[in-house]
C-alpha cells in the first residue's frame, strides 16, 4: 500500500509550458518534501512545508501544503528543459522515524 | 565529506552470491538511512540509525538484509545470498535536522 500518490506519473510538455504535479494522501503530515533526481544521482531537495495552506516559492516552483496537511501540489511556470526529472514528494508523520516517498512524477520538457 | 559517499556506484553478482553496499555520511549529521528503488518506483524505506540509539530495522524486506553503522559514521548494507528481486538502486541519505541529503547511490544487479 502507497501512503502517497502522485499524479501524473509520466508528464511530456514542450519548454515554455506550464504544469502541476500532485501528491495526495489520506494521512496527515507534519511536514511534507519536494525532491528533484535526475538519472544517476540521489534525489536533491528542493522544498519542505510544515504548515497547513503554506506556499513556498523557488523562482519558477510553487510548492503548497494542502489545509489538513494531506497532500501537496507543485506548479511549474515556463518549464525548461532543465527541469527535467523525476518530483518525488515524502510526508514525514509524527509517529514514524522516516519519510514515506510518493510514486514520483517522471517529468520531460521538450525543448 | 562535502556529500554522501556511496560505494560502489555499481555492482553486478551472481544470484546467491552476498554483497556489501558502504554509504559515508556527512560529516555531523546524526542520522542517516537506507532505501531500495527500483526501476520507476519511488524510494523504499529499510533501514534508519539516530546517534547511538537501537537502529529501526522495520522495512528490511528479509533476514538476508542487514546493516551496520560503525562509530557512528560510515554505514555497510549486507545483502546475503542475493536473488534477482533485490536488483535495484540502493541509496543511502544522512540528515541533521530538516531534509535528507542524498548520495549517488548503488546500482546493483543480481544475475
Known amino acids: 500500500t502507497q501512503l502517497l500518490e502522485q499524479s501524473p506519473q509520466f508528464l511530456s510538455i514542450q519548454e515554455g509550458e506550464n504544469l502541476t504535479v500532485y501528491c495526495n494522501s489520506s494521512?496527515?503530515?507534519?511536514?511534507l518534501q519536494w525532491y528533484r533526481q535526475e538519472p544517476g544521482e540521489g534525489p536533491v531537495l528542493l522544498v519542505t512545508?510544515?504548515?497547513?495552506?503554506e506556499v513556498k516559492k523557488l523562482k519558477r516552483l510553487t510548492f503548497q501544503f494542502g489545509d489538513a496537511r494531506k497532500d501537496s501540489s507543485l506548479h511549474i511556470t515556463a518549464a525548461q528543459p532543465g527541469d527535467t526529472g523525476l518530483y518525488l514528494c515524502?510526508?514525514?508523520?509524527?509517529?514514524?522515524?522516516?519519510?514515506?516517498f510518493g510514486t514520483g512524477t517522471s517529468l520531460t520538457v521538450i525543448p | 565529506g562535502a556529500g554522501v559517499s556511496q560505494s560502489p556506484s555499481n555492482k553486478v553478482t551472481e544470484k546467491g552470491k552476498d554483497v556489501e553496499l558502504r554509504c559515508d555520511p556527512i560529516?555531523?549529521?546524526?542520522?542517516l538511512y537506507w532505501y531500495r528503488q527500483s526501476l520507476g518506483q519511488g524510494l523504499e524505506f529499510l533501514i534508519y540509525?539516530?546517534?547511538?540509539?537501537?537502529?529501526?530495522k522495520s522495512g528490511l524486506p528479509s533476514d538476508r538484509f542487514s546493516a551496520e553503522r560503525t562509530g557512528g559514521s560510515v554505514s555497510t548494507l549486507t545483502i546475503q545470498r542475493t536473488q534477482q528481486e533485490d536488483s535495484a538502486v540502493y541509496l543511502c541519505?544522512?540528515?541533521?535536522?530538516?531534509?535528507?541529503?542524498f548520495g549517488s547511490g548503488t546500482r546493483l544487479t543480481v544475475v
Open positions: 541519505a544522512s540528515t541533521r535536522n530538516y531534509g535528507y541529503t
Open positions: 494521512s496527515v503530515f507534519s511536514s
Open positions: 512545508v510544515v504548515t497547513g495552506g
Open positions: 515524502a510526508g514525514e508523520t509524527n509517529t514514524g522515524n522516516q519519510f514515506y
Open positions: 560529516s555531523g549529521h546524526t542520522a
Open positions: 540509525f539516530q546517534g547511538n540509539s537501537a537502529p529501526d
